[in-house]
């Protein structure tokens, strides 16, 4: 299968731009600033800051949104730990609602049992690149007062009901992490329409200056988040590279979909028309009792990297104890967490990494063929 990432003489000649410039920095040169303008006009939104990486992405949108010390911020149990983590880097407490199995997103029918008078946002995962139901979230969150981030971290490119991901809510996460569908190795972005929103985002990760500000006039408390020039560089190569590697991927998982969809014992999403395009990060699916044995034949076959997925993090003793540190020094109830759906996707999902989508009709057929008989033979 591919490599990734993919990359050729515009990433080096870009680099070496930037080295021969002398200007590394995003404070004294203009590659950041450029790819922030035109990422922000990539993903439909007013605005663009980039950043270290994607966990940092979610921590200072939360913090610009006013979450703190004691908040609690509603989030996915099926996702990477850093959507939990981020809501304990401010100080809050991330509080679980379950998924929908079918799609491993989270349900807003939980995700609205969860309020209390505690909450102050909610943390949408659009996994894999699927997006997660928007008008629904962003319903709840005007009901409730709620900040509404999307962590958009594998979700390069989607869209919703025609609408790039990451501004649909009120501000938007990305990471350019080295397996990610644009990457510059690590990096991240925050994206938003509120002016206010892109102020307090660019004060922290600029160590609480304001744009067009003095050197030392520091407005806020922020950190030192800054992306450097050379990951710029690499990122806007990349992002022109992206509409025909999304192209390819959407065209092998449509075809991979059709070919898995009417194998027994084998669940893949449904299709849903308000998904106009999707991000491709992953391709999912289940096999209810027979996973251990079908990614063991994979694995033998040749899919070395296909994947048995998260661990839910309601399971995570580390993000368990830091919550309770939290709750239990503040004096308040910890939210337990009741997500069997999480539970039992953990159990029977295996993950295909985007690179298997990168390949030959060949090679898919080839995919599906594969998982196809061990699916078969899994008993």
């Known amino acids: 299968m591919p490599e990734w990432p993919e990359y050729g003489d515009d990433e080096a000649k870009a680099l070496l731009e930037v080295l021969n410039s002398g200007n590394w920095g995003s404070t004294s040169g203009d590659v950041v600033a450029t790819f922030e303008r035109e990422f922000a006009e990539y993903q439909e939104a007013g605005h663009a800051i980039c950043l270290v990486n994607g966990t940092l992405a979610i921590a200072i949108a939360l913090r610009a949104a006013g979450v703190g010390i004691g908040d609690e911020v509603i989030v996915p149990p099926y996702t990477f730990i850093a959507t939990a983590s981020a809501a304990l880097f401010v100080g809050a407490v991330p509080v679980f609602a379950d998924i929908d199995p079918d799609t491993h997103l989270l349900d807003p029918v939980a995700t609205e049992a969860a309020v209390t008078e505690r909450t102050k946002a909610v943390v949408v995962v659009h996994l894999a690149g699927r997006p997660a139901d928007m008008d629904a979230f962003n319903a709840l969150g005007a009901r409730h007062g709620l900040t509404v981030i999307e ?17 649909i809510g009120d501000v938007g996460t990305f990471s350019f992490q080295s397996s990610k569908n644009i990457t510059a190795g690590e990096g991240g972005a925050v994206v938003t329409d509120d002016d206010k929103l892109a102020s307090a985002l660019y004060s922290l990760v600029n160590v609480g200056r304001v744009p067009g500000g003095g050197w030392y006039q520091h407005e806020t408390v922020g950190y030192n988040l800054r992306l450097t020039e050379f990951q710029a560089a690499i990122l806007r190569v990349q992002l022109r590279r992206h509409p025909r590697l999304q192209e390819l991927r959407e065209r092998n998982a449509r075809l991979l979909t059709d070919l898995l969809s009417e194998v027994d014992g084998i669940q893949v999403a449904p299709e849903d028309p308000a998904i106009t395009a999707h991000g491709r990060h992953l391709f999912m699916l289940r096999i209810p009792g027979g996973r251990e044995a079908v990614l063991e034949s994979l694995t033998a076959a040749g899919l070395t990297r296909v994947s ?7 399971r995570n003793a580390a993000v368990l104890r830091d919550a309770k540190a939290i709750t239990t020094r503040l ?49």
Request: glycine content about 8%; charged content about 10%.
């Open 308 to 314: 048995p997925g998260y661990v839910p993090l309601h």
């Open 151 to 167: 962590d958009a971290a594998q979700a390069h490119g989607a869209a919703y009901k025609g609408r790039p991901v990451g501004a």
């Open 331 to 379: 004096g308040q109830p910890y939210p337990e967490a009741n997500c069997p759906n999480a539970d039992q996707v953990s159990t029977d999902t295996i993950w295909l990494p985007q690179t298997y989508l990168l390949g030959t009709e060949a090679q898919t057929q080839a995919i599906a063929t594969a998982i196809t008989a061990t699916a078969n033979a899994a008993d």
